[in-house]
């Protein structure tokens, strides 16, 4: 592992279905992607890279502006690089739910598609 430590959090965000927002820190922004599905370990998931967002969400719940529903932070902790490229993203995450290894590999360029894994990586 090459990285100093860093925060991640995964918020629970309600607008036009649910989905799982996991964010990074990544510079003066967190690096975000959406997983469509209920995180399970060793399960590929599709995920969608987001716009970057702004480090107060690492501990927001709540009303999100602009009507876009509402977040409840599932899960936060600490997290250290192993991997950070264009297209592969792996961390070893401590949280208080998810421990372990989590890959982010894009499948997709054009459409920012993604799939996340969490634990046994190949």
């Known amino acids: 592992m090459h990285d100093n430590p860093r925060r991640f959090a ?12 996991f964010l990074v820190e990544d510079g003066p922004a967190l690096r975000t992607w959406a997983i469509d599905r209920p995180i399970v370990e060793g399960d590929d998931l599709p995920a969608r890279e987001l ?8 501990e ?3 009303e999100v ?3 876009r529903g509402t977040v409840r932070r599932w899960d936060g902790g600490s997290c ?3 991997e950070w490229s264009e297209g592969l ?12 290894s989590v890959q982010f590999r894009r499948i997709d360029e054009g459409r920012r598609s993604w799939l996340f ?4 990586l190949s």
């Open 10 to 21: 995964v918020l629970e965000h309600r607008w036009d279905g649910v989905h799982w927002d």
């Open 65 to 67: 502006s602009g009507g």
């Open 117 to 120: 894994r969490l634990g046994k």
């Open 80 to 82: 250290r690089v192993v």
């Open 60 to 62: 927001f719940e709540g």
């Open 51 to 58: 716009p970057a967002h702004r480090w107060v969400y690492l």
């Open 89 to 100: 993203v792996r961390l070893e995450v401590r949280g208080s739910q998810l421990v372990g």
